[in-house]
């Protein structure tokens, strides 16, 4: 699924702002990884929203 992947890569480009924030306190960083949070909820909730769509389609058939 497109929407899992999508997920990956988001939890995977949060990483070094994640590492510089609590490492070395650069809030510019915490901005960076709270802004990537809000997009990591969003794509969590459309793989939501993809599973049952392919649940339902499976009932169908």
Do not use: P, V
């Amino acid at each position: 699924m497109k929407e899992y992947q999508q997920l990956k890569d988001l939890i995977a480009s949060m990483e070094e702002d994640m590492t510089k924030f609590s490492e070395k306190g650069n809030a510019l960083a915490g901005a960076r990884a709270r802004k990537a949070l809000q997009e990591i909820k969003k794509a969590a909730q459309a793989l939501r929203f993809a599973i049952q769509e392919q649940k339902k389609k499976n009932k169908e058939a």
